[in-house]
């Protein structure tokens, strides 16, 4: 199977990486307009051809599923091409839906797969939380605090030097891109909202740095986020708790507990798990792992996507009522 990866930078790397090793039969087509990128791709064994555009990559090699990995803005127009050339498509998280109309209704006229990532939506900790709180079947509450320093997210350039320096994709936005949908997944829609923002370091961004959002979902669930790019120590703390039912996550696989018999006791969600040393310990590989697993599942007709286009609209519409919050001001849904 020849697969493009439109990008190859850190996540296009990681998704070559992961494929590859998932099936070695898989020929991977990169594209990057940076010679360096294209050189250091085919060096490292992640790509067997690469092309400056993905015009000379689908002339040459025929590709039978793209994945785009490239930044948020630019994907609504690469994947309208994809599309125009009947290839399905892996994206990652658009943070906008700039062009969602237009490529969903191409992909059902062409008749091809049109996947969103939502790697978060795969971690066996976020399926255990969603689980035990239908089970429970009664009202909780949650308080989660995302905190991460954005001159950490890569060391190796600026951060104002990619997309999260742009307002638009800023990094409290991704950030709640990334959490969203399986918190919406978990607890339903939102149907009640109110934000406040705040600017509280010397980064210089062009966005709030710190948001704390209060969420009513639709299940009666009611939950206070909490996102920030200014925390000195990464870390994605998580509590869920109700008359019957008390949850704790600290974001890796080997810190998630539920509070039974008078204890916090902890849950194995994972009898193992890969993890990249490059990266903090609360990211892991499985999830990304299973997530293209379902990808090329969906393409084979065997599998539904856990994520789509039509679902990304309701975190959108969150993200953009959190943005309407001026600093000091808060904002009500």
């Not at 294209?38 to 689908?58: C, F, H, K, M, S």
């Not at 959002?213 to 939950?223: D, F, N, P, V």
Request: proline content about 5%.
């Amino acid at each position: 199977m020849n697969v493009l990866i439109v990008g190859l930078g850190s996540m296009g790397k990681r998704r070559a990486r992961l494929a590859k090793g998932m099936d070695k039969t898989l020929r991977i087509i990169g594209v990057d307009t940076a010679d360096s990128r294209r050189e250091e791709a085919l060096r490292l064994g992640l790509a067997d051809e690469v092309y400056p555009t993905i015009a000379e990559a689908a002339g040459a090699a025929a590709p039978e599923a793209a994945l785009v990995c490239t930044a948020p803005l630019s994907h609504a127009a690469i994947i309208g091409e994809l599309l125009d050339r009947s290839i399905p498509v892996f994206t990652e998280l658009n943070l906008v839906d700039d062009g969602y109309d237009e490529n969903i209704a191409k992909a059902k006229e062409k008749g091809v797969v049109l996947f969103l990532s939502s790697t978060m939506l795969y971690r066996r900790e976020t399926q255990y939380i969603k689980r035990r709180v239908t089970e429970f079947g009664r009202p909780v509450h949650y308080i989660y605090h995302i905190g991460q320093y954005l001159p950490d997210w890569h060391p190796w350039e600026n951060y104002k030097n990619f997309f999260v320096g742009n307002a638009r994709t800023g990094g409290v936005r991704e950030i709640f891109g990334i959490e969203l949908p399986w918190l919406l997944d978990a607890f339903g829609d939102v149907t009640a909202l109110s934000v406040q923002t705040d600017q509280i370091s010397d980064l210089g961004l062009p966005y709030p740095d710190c948001a704390t959002l209060m969420l009513r979902h639709s299940s009666g669930a009611q939950g206070v986020l909490a996102a920030d790019v200014v925390s000195p120590r990464t870390e994605r703390i998580f509590e869920c708790f109700g008359d019957g039912l008390h949850l704790f996550w600290e974001g890796n696989p080997k810190a998630l507990y539920e509070y039974r018999d008078g204890e916090k006791q902890p849950v194995d969600t994972y009898t193992s798990f890969e993890h990249d040393s490059r990266y903090s310990d609360n990211i892991v590989e499985n999830a990304y792992v299973d997530e293209l697993a379902n990808f090329f599942a969906v393409l084979r007709g065997e599998e539904a996507p856990r994520w789509s286009f039509e679902k990304d609209r309701a975190a959108i519409a969150v993200m953009d009522a959190a943005e309407r919050a001026e600093v000091g001001r808060p904002v009500t849904y």
